[in-house]
């Protein structure tokens, strides 16, 4: 049975390896890629991402109403204010045709410095194919499935390395040669990595659009754990979030409902269209003044409304998430609804240390290089891992391990668990399950 046992975990550890390989190879360098995304932002476009007129910072309206100027019959939608003195602002635009872009603008005198579009800068390709593949919602299927396994990938890993009285579990054997050597750097990178690579997977997890989006955000939602409750009485008609009208936000908030833009009482049912929906210089200047009122000056982003039920939604992201702050506001600057991270729920506050410590942004460098490490881990993994099935493989053949026999019940409780954790990795087995199943059927009613 132990025997048994041995060989059916190797086997998953080899078809879990073959599988997840390519896709943790793309998550590992664009992952490591995009913990330097501000670095290599600032070496490739310094001359948008600095303001050359100083520290100086106009409001946003100002900024927009440049923006407008230069882009007359583009549509300006959100703006990410400076973080700091001496950056610039950045201006999200959308054109009539073709794909939107970011405008950066000299927050000092309201000079415009450039564009570009994200999807077509490094960061952008790599923030892009490390969540979805440039996909869309497959790819980003694909993912989630990919580190499901991964998770497989490393406890059958661990099972095998085990050292069951042998010894040497965590000494590198220098006598070793050939695919022994291989397999040595293989087992103990994977030892000595392991515990930090499940961290990267568990933290990634509920920004994934099964996981995350449809299984750990509405639970944590439900259990009050999630958005903070009080969020739910502000709610508008529309069932439109923060995410929908910024296109991104903090994991926390991204099903929280968005308050409707005309408050109640303020001739809700007697108002012009354009006083329910302004979004002219001077309401975008008005909200700017309500939100440094309210100790937001700088480093907000900041959604302009795209309709007449939307209101002014601005959030801060620092490096660590005890800094965020949300505050929706109406067109004359009044605020509806001002949370933080203090108001969030126990998972929503675990998500958002995660994440933060997911992106190198905590510990600020030290956090980036722990975090490089683990990806430069998880291609060693991938190489050595690939070069023993290579080497071990025989000339024409597949080389995967044989298939003992295991009982059933056995799978189906795996299978079950997997379900219940890790819902697309419980599909997927079944799915292989019932596969390998109707192999064997065929295999032993058909000539042999």
């Known amino acids: 049975m132990a025997a048994n046992g041995y060989a059916t975990v190797w086997r998953w550890h080899f078809h879990a390896g073959l599988f997840t390989a390519p896709f943790l190879l793309i998550l590992s360098i664009t992952g490591a890629i995009y913990l330097f995304n501000d670095e290599l932002n600032d070496w490739i476009y310094p001359q948008l991402r600095f303001a050359p007129s100083g520290d100086t910072i106009r409001p946003a309206g100002d900024l927009v109403a440049s923006v407008r100027e230069q882009y007359p019959h583009a549509t300006v939608t959100r703006i990410d204010m400076p973080v700091e003195p001496g950056r610039s ?120 659009s099964f996981w995350g989006d449809r299984v750990l955000t509405p639970v944590s939602n439900a259990l009050g754990m999630g958005y903070p409750p009080q969020l739910r009485h502000h709610g508008g008609d529309s069932g439109k979030t923060l995410l929908d009208t910024l296109g991104e936000a903090p994991w926390a908030l991204r099903q929280a409902p968005l308050p409707a833009g005309p408050e109640p009482g303020h001739d809700h049912h007697h108002h012009t269209a354009g006083a329910a929906f302004d979004t002219s210089v001077a309401a975008i200047n008005r909200v700017h003044r309500a939100l440094a009122a309210n100790g937001l000056p700088l480093a907000y982003r900041l959604s302009i409304p795209a309709e ?110 997997l379900l ?24 032993g009613v058909g000539p042999r």
């Open 89 to 208: 602002a950045m201006v999200f635009v959308t054109p009539e045709q073709g794909e939107p872009f970011r405008v950066f603008v000299d927050p000092g005198n309201g000079a415009v410095l450039g564009d570009f579009i994200y999807a077509r800068t490094l960061v952008g390709f790599a923030d892009r194919m490390h969540g979805s593949l440039l996909l869309g919602k497959g790819g980003d299927a694909v993912v989630e499935l990919a580190a499901s396994w991964a998770l497989i990938l490393i406890a059958t890993g661990l099972y095998l390395w085990w050292p069951r009285g042998r010894g040497g579990g965590f000494r590198f054997n220098r006598r070793r040669r050939g695919r022994a050597r291989w397999r040595e750097l293989h087992r103990l990178t994977g030892v000595y990595a392991a515990l930090l690579i499940v961290f990267l997977i568990i933290t990634g997890l509920p920004w994934a």
């Open 420 to 443: 219940l954790v890790l819902p697309l990795a419980g599909i997927s087995l079944l799915l292989v399950l019932t596969a390998e199943a109707l192999r064997r059927r065929l295999a």
């Open 308 to 417: 007449a039920d939307e209101p002014y939604s601005a959030y801060t992201y620092p490096a660590r998430p005890q800094g965020q702050r949300t505050l929706h506001l109406d067109s004359k600057g009044r605020v509806l609804v001002d949370t933080g991270f203090a108001e969030y729920g126990a998972i929503a506050k675990a998500v958002e240390y995660g994440v933060a410590l997911h992106m190198g942004n905590y510990f600020g460098r030290a956090n980036q290089v722990v975090m490089l490490l683990a990806c430069v881990a998880i291609v060693a993994l991938v190489i050595t891992g690939l070069t023993m099935w290579w080497r071990r493989r025989p000339a024409g053949g597949f080389g995967a391990p044989a298939a003992p026999p295991v009982r059933p019940c056995t799978l189906m409780t795996g299978a079950a668990v």
